[in-house]
């Protein structure tokens, strides 16, 4: 297995896609409670799932708000990493929310050996970030803790079995958007399918809470 790769890009979209995301994030989308990205701990967060591989005929009557999401990450992906989507698949795409001061717990995002890649985008914000604000993604190397800075508009891309978290802003509520990604000789596999699928994994139409007024306490 290959040493982990961990890349962040800045102004990740031109600003008036960046503007359209982060409206979607906060304006429109639909949350539930709980994501279980550790599965030996409690749920944590709030989530709204965009796509996922094993309901990908959902997305053909998705709202078109939503398609338009999808598409601009498989575009601007595209853009940044030539020939990526030539070996690889989008199997979940999903908006992440957490509270201030909530501490989501350490997991990985793929399991033994299988050929996947996470990519986190933040997106643009309607406070002045700082450093101080906190809110990065923490990676777990070898037990050296590295923290990614939620720069707004920037995206991070890593190889999905190293162990990280996101950790909390002190007095706004953080979203990301969380793409992840799996080579596409491994999707018709059972010991893939068999890993993602469950409840955690509603698609579109299933959500009950709605993401407008929760970006700031």
Not at 39 to 62: C, I, Q, Y
Not at 90 to 119: C, K, M
Request: charged share 25%; with cysteine; aromatic share 16%.
């Amino acid at each position: 297995m290959d040493k982990p790769s961990i890349q962040q890009i800045e102004n990740f979209f031109p600003d008036d896609v960046a503007s359209k995301v982060a409206e979607f994030a906060t304006d429109y989308a639909s949350y539930r409670y709980g994501e279980t990205d550790n599965r030996e701990a409690p749920p944590t967060g709030m989530v709204s799932d965009l796509f996922h591989w094993d309901n990908k005929d959902v997305m053909t009557s998705a709202p078109d708000h939503v398609k338009l999401i999808y598409n601009y990450f498989i575009k601007h992906i595209h853009e940044k990493y030539t020939g990526f989507w030539n070996d690889y698949q989008i199997y979940r795409l999903y908006i992440n929310v957490f509270a201030p001061r909530e501490i989501p717990y350490f997991h990985t995002d793929s399991v033994g050996d299988s050929d996947q890649w996470t990519f986190i985008y933040y997106p643009t914000l309607d406070f002045d970030y700082h450093i101080n604000q906190g809110g990065c993604t923490e990676f777990d190397l070898d037990n050296k803790i590295i923290g990614v800075p939620p720069i707004p508009n920037s995206m991070c891309r890593f190889s999905s079995y190293v162990k990280h978290r996101a950790t909390p802003f002190r007095d706004y509520h953080r979203f990301s958007v969380a793409i992840k990604c799996v080579n596409k000789s491994e999707l018709q596999e059972e010991s893939f399918t068999d890993q993602y699928t469950g409840d955690e994994h509603s698609m579109i139409g299933s959500h009950h809470a709605k993401g407008r007024g929760s970006v700031n306490n």
